[in-house]
């Protein structure tokens, strides 16, 4: 088991920055750690990951150049930079934990084993 806990979510003006954390325990973790997003009354959608191991990135294109996912292994956290933040960018985020084997696209919330609780970002025009 892995169990993720989000924190840093908050209200800020369009154009500002905030920094989520996904702090991972648990079961020792190797595979990837993904933040996803979901607006009021729409699916959960793909928004960044990184291998926790490899370090290798990956990012939805409507956040490429404006949000940074990076890790700190030795605090077991995730950390998903949002900068330039939009309106648009106003939902729940959650981190997710994968196995490296597991079935699916990195994208795929199916692909995706273990979700912490949520953080609300609210970005205000």
């Known amino acids: 088991q892995v169990q993720l806990v989000e924190s840093g979510g908050g209200l800020v003006q369009a154009g500002g920055s905030l920094r989520l954390s996904c702090a991972a325990s648990?079961?020792?973790?190797?595979?990837?750690i993904g933040w996803f997003l979901q607006a009021p009354g729409k699916e959960r959608e793909f928004v960044a990951a990184i291998g926790w191991n490899i370090g290798s990135t990956t990012y939805a294109d409507s956040v490429r150049g404006r949000f940074t996912i990076s890790r700190d292994n030795a605090k077991s956290t995730v950390y998903l930079q949002m900068n330039s933040l939009k309106p648009e960018d106003t939902a729940v985020y959650y981190c997710a934990a994968r196995w490296v084997g597991a079935m699916g696209v990195i994208a795929s919330v199916g692909a995706y084993d273990y979700w912490g609780q949520g953080t609300q970002v609210t970005v205000s025009s």
């Open positions: 648990g079961r020792t973790f190797r595979g990837y």
